[in-house]
């Protein structure tokens, strides 16, 4: 039976099409599809280290050298030795790394460094040439003569060896030019003659140009060094050891004003580095200006409070400007070591070689202000021993005697005994 008009009517209506949904659903699923190929795998898995592109060793090279011409020269080893990093069996960047090092003055990274090179390349010109540069740097503060001899002894053997490799090498030349001077100042025309070559070959290699004038001052001809140096530095003008090396010509010349403006030039170009400031001192003291001698000596320890030559120097300073108590604690330092006022251990200097006069004065400077302070027991101690190293020296025996006459033990016309 049908009933009509029932709610319960069996049969389903139909409804109408709707196309837009369709087409919604159909981009859906395009959208997914999208994503999932082209999205999906340009996200970076989580917590797994995007990975970088390595740079190049040239375009670390490169860097490196710009920070040299420019005088940053901690900067430029850095990049050196990123360069390094990327390709650690390059020997000439080891020797490019050494020779940054050796113009920063680290001259015991140095040395490693040109030993890698060698060690890469035993027969490479420049790896044993840059070796036995670094080798007569490294001399100049050995312990005692014996050791600088044997240095001057390798450092020559290097350079000779590097000249037979290569002999037309400009770099070479400069290196070996400055290591003979050292070696046998008696074959100057050779070292002359070497350096002469390597500005022939390469008129704009820096190194050339400083070897020239390193030649010229170890032979005393301090004019035609300075030359030399300054056309060096028009080369390369923020190199501070050119203007440490013109500084040095001028006071040698008695130029102290021209002398201190160069060495000041190399404090601003080097500012953490105390050499120049010393040097500064030196210079001050050397035309009796002892008071701002104190102060630039002061600053030299203040960059290294650990150097007893530096407070040896300070103490130099103080006593010649009266300054008898701060001369007696500086000098202490240098001559027996101990802690500074901010606890930094200072070894003190031996009288191990006799032939260092810088710190036979320190000896004999200690003991006059010990003698000037009235600590005279220890005074005489200092005296009696200078007496036994050097009793020959005129320099010791009058400062001696000085001391001597200051404490009462003997009287001004009196001659110390060696005992």
């Known amino acids: 039976m049908y009933l009509s008009g029932s709610k319960w009517n069996m049969r389903?209506?139909?409804?109408?099409?709707?196309?837009?949904?369709?087409?919604?659903?159909l981009l859906l699923i395009a959208a997914a599809l999208y994503v999932e190929r082209f999205v999906v795998p340009t996200i970076p898995t989580p917590f797994i280290p995007?990975?970088?592109?390595?740079?190049?060793?040239?375009?670390f090279l490169v860097e490196a050298e710009t920070l040299f011409q420019a005088g940053k020269l901690s900067q430029a080893e850095t990049a050196y030795l990123q360069a390094i990093e990327v390709?650690?069996?390059?020997?000439?960047?080891?020797?490019?790394?050494?020779?940054?090092?050796?113009?920063?003055?680290?001259?015991?990274?140095?040395?490693?460094?040109?030993?890698?090179?060698?060690?890469?390349?035993?027969?490479?010109a420049l790896a044993n040439a840059v070796y036995g540069w670094v080798l007569d740097f490294r001399a100049i503060d050995a312990p005692d003569q014996a050791s600088r001899t044997e240095m001057l002894n390798?450092?020559?053997?290097k350079v000779a060896e590097a000249k037979v490799i290569d002999p037309n090498s400009a770099l070479v030349l400069a290196f070996y030019a400055e290591v003979l001077i050292d070696y046998d100042i008696g074959r100057y025309e050779e070292?002359?003659?070497?350096?002469?070559?390597?500005?022939?070959?390469?008129?704009?290699?820096?190194?050339?140009h400083r070897a020239s004038g390193y030649v010229?001052?170890?032979?005393?001809?301090?004019?035609?060094?300075?030359?030399?140096?300054?056309?060096?530095?028009?080369?390369?003008?923020?190199?501070?050891?050119?203007?440490?090396?013109?500084?040095?010509?001028?006071?040698?010349?008695?130029?102290?004003?021209?002398?201190?403006?160069?060495?000041?030039r190399a404090v601003a170009l080097d500012p953490t580095n105390p050499d120049p400031l010393n040097r500064i001192a030196l210079a001050e003291a050397r035309v009796g200006n002892y008071g701002i001698a104190s102060q630039y000596a002061a600053d030299a320890v203040d960059k290294d409070p650990s150097n007893p030559r530096l407070h040896g120097n300070l103490g130099r300073m103080y006593y010649?400007?009266?300054?008898?108590?701060?001369?007696?604690?500086?000098?202490?330092?240098?001559?027996?070591?101990?802690?500074?006022?901010?606890?930094?251990?200072?070894?003190?200097?031996?009288?191990?070689?006799p032939n260092d006069d810088r710190v036979v004065e320190f000896y004999y400077t200690y003991g006059l202000a010990l003698a000037k302070g009235g600590q005279c027991e220890l005074a005489n101690q200092i005296f009696q021993l200078l007496l036994n190293i050097k009793p020959d020296d005129e320099v010791v025996l009058a400062n001696a005697q000085e001391g001597l006459v200051i404490c009462g033990v003997i009287e001004p016309t009196a001659t110390p005994q060696v005992e």
């Open 216 to 264: 010229w001052e170890s032979t005393g001809n301090y004019q035609r060094a300075i030359d030399s140096y300054e056309a060096a530095l028009r080369i390369h003008n923020n190199l501070p050891i050119l203007h440490v090396a013109i500084g040095n010509m001028y006071q040698a010349l008695g130029e102290i004003d021209l002398a201190v403006d160069s060495y000041l």
């Open 87 to 124: 390709n650690p069996l390059e020997a000439n960047y080891f020797v490019d790394l050494a020779r940054v090092q050796v113009f920063a003055g680290r001259y015991s990274e140095a040395e490693e460094s040109a030993s890698n090179a060698i060690m890469l390349e035993p027969n490479s």
């Open 12 to 25: 389903k209506k139909r409804k109408r099409s709707r196309p837009w949904r369709v087409l919604f659903l």
């Open 191 to 208: 070292a002359i003659e070497a350096a002469q070559t390597a500005l022939g070959i390469d008129p704009n290699l820096m190194e050339a």
């Open 50 to 59: 995007t990975p970088t592109p390595t740079r190049s060793p040239a375009s």
């Open 154 to 157: 390798q450092a020559y053997d």
């Open 320 to 353: 010649r400007n009266g300054e008898i108590e701060s001369a007696i604690n500086a000098l202490r330092l240098a001559v027996q070591g101990g802690l500074t006022d901010d606890g930094t251990v200072v070894q003190g200097l031996p009288l191990d070689d």
